[in-house]
C-alpha cells in the first residue's frame, strides 16, 4: 500500500511558553489512512503539538493545515473532521453506554435518528448488548478504551488523535484494540497515535521521534532501526534520547 | 524472607479484588509483580503497607506480622502509583521531611540515594509540583529510600513513563538490590519481568504463576510461529479463516501463531496465505516471551472460570 495523498501538513511549527520553546518548529506530512506513531519522551512536546492539531491551541509561529482546514481559522471545522480520545480522558464513568452514545453523538452533530442506527450498530458488534444501560464505571478498562475508540468514530472522522490509548490495559485487549485500529485505517480512517509502548510502535506505517521539541527522526519502524542498526524500536528511541542528552552534558 | 504471603483474599463489593494470594520475596531479590490494571497490584500493596487489612490471609514483611503495622510502617519503603510528594515543597525540603518523620538525617543515609539524588540535585530549589515526570520519580524514590528500608515497596513507578526513564529507573533497582534490600516492584509492562529475579503474574485477582522469567516462558508448551508481513490487518483476518488457526495477534513488526495441532505445519501455512494472495509472507518458528506466556496463562484461566 503507498500513500500520497496529506491529510495533515505541519510547517516550521512552532509553540513557546515565554521564554521555554515546547514545540521548535516542526515539520511532517500524515497521509491518509496512514497509522502515523508520534513518539517521544516525557517532555519532548507531544502533547502541547497534539493540542494544536486538533485546535484546542494556538502556535506561536508557523502553519498547519489538517483535514484540509488552517489550524489558526478554522478550528471548528478541524474539530468536526476529527475524533479524539485519551487515556486520561475518553467516557463519562456516571453516563451509561447508551448515554454516552447519545451524548458524544449530539455534540457532533448527528441526527437522532443517525444517533439510533450508530448506536444499535455499535453495541452489537462489541457484544456489549445486556451493558447498554449500565453505567460506563461498571465495564472493565480494556472495554472502556473499545468503546471510547468507536465513539470517536461515531461521526465518521478523518483522522483519529489516539494519546496513549493502551496504557495499563492487559495485553490481549492491546491487541484487540490495534485490531480494531487497523480495521479503522483500512477503511481509510487517518490514525495519529502516542504510545510508551514500543511494540505498538511497529505497528505503525511511519513514526516520529521527537526529543526536546524538534523532531529527530521520520521513518517506517523497518528503516529506522537500519539506519541506526539497532533491533528494536525501544533501541531506536533509547540511541535518540540518551545522545540529546550526551550533546546537552557537553 | 522479607515478605512471605499467605492464602491473602480481598473483595470490594461483588468485585473480588484478591483470590487466596501466595508467594515469598527474599532479602536482596528484586521481585516483579506483573499484570494489566485491575488485577489487584495495587490492593496487595496496600495490604502489605498495611494501609487496609485483608479479609483473610496472613502476611508478614520486615519480619513483622502485618497487624503490627507500627514496626511495619519504620521498616520498610512505599512508592504509591499516584506522584505522593507535597508539590508545594522544594525537591530538598522534601527529601528533609521524610527523613525527619522517619527520626533519620538526610546525612546519614546519604550514601544510598547518592546516585539517584545526583541527577536532581540542580533542581533541589524546584517545588516538588512543577519537576518533570522523571524527575519527580526519581525524588519519590530518594524520599521513599532515605531511612534506609529493609523492604522497599513500587507501585507501578514506570507507568506512562518514557523507555529511557524507564531503563534508567530499573538500573537504579538493580544497584539497590545489591545492597541486599528486597525489592517488590510492580509494572503492566511484560518486557520489565526480564529484568528481574523472579516474577508473579497477576490477573483478575489471582496469581497465574510465580518463577524466573526463563522458566516462565519455557510453561507456554506449544510452537509458536513469527510471521512477518506488510499487510498486517488482512493476513491477520484470512488466518482467522485457517482451519488450524488457534491464535493471532500482532507483536511488534510480527504476528505471532499458534496451531490447533501439537504438530503444526508451517508449509501448509504459508501455501494456504498464497492462495489468499499474500506472497510477502515470512514465517519463523519462536521462542515465546513473557507476554505471550501472559496471554497464555490468562486465557487459560478465564477458560477454567467459565466451564
Known amino acids: 500500500m503507498t500513500y500520497s495523498d496529506p491529510i495533515i501538513s505541519v510547517d516550521k511549527l512552532t509553540k513557546k511558553f515565554g521564554s521555554f520553546t515546547a514545540v521548535n518548529a516542526i515539520s511532517f506530512q500524515v497521509m491518509k489512512g496512514e497509522i502515523f506513531g508520534f513518539l517521544g ?14 485546535g484546542i491551541s494556538r502556535p506561536t509561529s508557523g502553519t498547519a493545515t489538517v483535514a484540509g482546514y488552517d489550524i489558526y481559522k478554522q478550528t471548528e471545522q478541524i474539530k468536526k473532521s476529527i475524533g479524539y480520545m485519551s487515556q486520561r480522558f475518553s467516557l463519562y464513568n456516571d453516563l451509561t453506554i447508551k448515554e454516552n452514545i447519545e451524548f458524544f453523538g449530539g455534540i457532533y452533530g448527528l441526527t437522532s435518528r443517525q444517533i439510533r442506527e450508530k448506536s444499535d450498530a455499535l453495541v452489537e458488534k462489541l457484544g456489549l448488548q445486556d451493558k447498554f444501560n449500565r453505567p460506563i464505571s461498571d465495564l472493565p478498562l480494556g472495554w472502556k478504551q473499545k468503546l471510547a475508540f468507536s465513539v470517536a468514530l461515531l ?8 494519546d ?64 541506526f542498526g539497532v533491533n528494536s524500536m525501544n533501541d531506536v528511541f533509547v540511541r535518540l534520547a540518551r545522545n540529546q542528552d550526551k550533546a546537552k552534558v557537553q | 524472607m522479607e515478605i512471605r504471603i499467605e492464602s491473602i483474599s480481598k473483595s470490594f463489593g461483588d468485585v473480588r479484588a484478591l483470590v487466596d494470594v501466595t508467594f515469598d520475596v527474599n532479602a536482596g531479590e528484586l521481585f516483579g509483580l506483573i499484570g494489566p490494571d485491575g488485577g489487584g497490584k495495587t490492593t496487595l500493596f496496600r495490604i502489605l503497607t498495611t494501609l487496609m487489612l485483608p479479609d483473610s490471609g496472613n502476611a508478614v514483611v520486615a519480619g513483622y506480622p ?9 521498616s520498610v519503603g512505599y512508592m504509591p502509583g499516584r506522584f505522593s510528594l507535597y508539590p508545594d515543597l522544594t525537591v530538598e525540603e522534601n527529601l528533609k521531611f521524610f527523613a525527619s518523620i522517619f527520626g533519620t538525617t538526610v546525612e546519614k543515609n546519604y550514601e544510598l540515594i547518592r546516585d539517584i539524588y545526583v541527577q536532581i540535585e540542580p533542581f533541589r530549589d524546584r517545588r516538588a509540583g512543577a519537576l518533570s515526570g522523571g524527575m519527580k520519580q526519581k525524588l519519590a524514590l530518594c524520599c521513599a529510600l532515605i531511612h534506609r528500608p529493609k523492604v522497599l515497596f513500587l507501585d507501578e513507578p514506570t507507568t506512562g513513563v518514557d523507555p529511557v ?12 538490590r545489591q545492597d541486599g534490600m528486597a525489592i517488590l516492584v510492580s509494572t503492566a509492562y511484560m518486557d ?41 490487518y488482512e493476513v491477520t483476518r484470512d488466518i482467522e479463516s485457517y ?25 501448509e501455512l504459508e501455501d494456504f496465505l498464497r492462495g489468499k494472495g499474500h506472497h510477502d509472507i515470512e514465517l519463523t518458528a519462536i521462542e515465546p516471551t513473557i507476554e505471550d506466556a501472559f496471554m497464555e496463562l490468562a486465557e487459560t484461566h478465564s477458560q477454567i472460570l467459565t466451564q
Open chain 1, 41 to 54: 519522551a516525557n517532555g519532548a512536546g507531544k502533547t502541547t503539538a497534539m493540542k494544536i492539531l486538533i
Open chain 1, 155 to 162: 461521526h465518521d472522522p478523518k483522522i483519529i488523535f489516539l
Open chain 1, 164 to 227: 496513549e490509548p493502551t496504557g495499563g490495559v492487559d495485553p490481549v485487549t492491546r491487541r484487540m484494540f490495534w485490531n480494531m485500529i487497523y480495521e479503522a485505517a483500512y477503511r481509510g480512517v487517518t490514525i495519529f497515535v502516542t504510545t510508551h509502548y514500543m511494540d505498538e510502535a511497529e505497528y505503525c506505517n511511519r513514526v516520529s521521534m521527537m526529543v526536546d521539541g524538534k523532531i529527530e527522526a521520520l521513518d517506517s519502524p523497518a528503516r529506522l532501526k537500519e539506519k
Open chain 2, 66 to 74: 502485618i497487624s503490627d503495622y507500627q514496626a511495619i510502617r519504620r
Open chain 2, 165 to 176: 526513564s524507564r531503563k534508567e529507573f530499573w538500573e537504579m533497582l538493580d544497584r539497590l
Open chain 2, 192 to 232: 520489565e519481568a526480564s529484568l528481574c529475579d523472579r516474577v508473579a503474574l497477576i490477573h483478575q485477582g489471582k496469581i497465574l504463576t510465580t518463577d524466573t522469567p526463563a522458566n516462565i516462558t519455557v510453561t507456554f508448551g506449544r510452537p509458536l510461529y513469527a510471521i512477518r508481513t506488510s499487510n498486517v
Open chain 2, 243 to 267: 482451519a488450524y488457526a488457534r491464535t493471532i495477534y500482532p507483536f511488534g513488526e510480527h504476528l505471532h501463531y499458534t496451531d490447533k495441532r501439537e504438530k503444526p505445519d508451517p508449509i
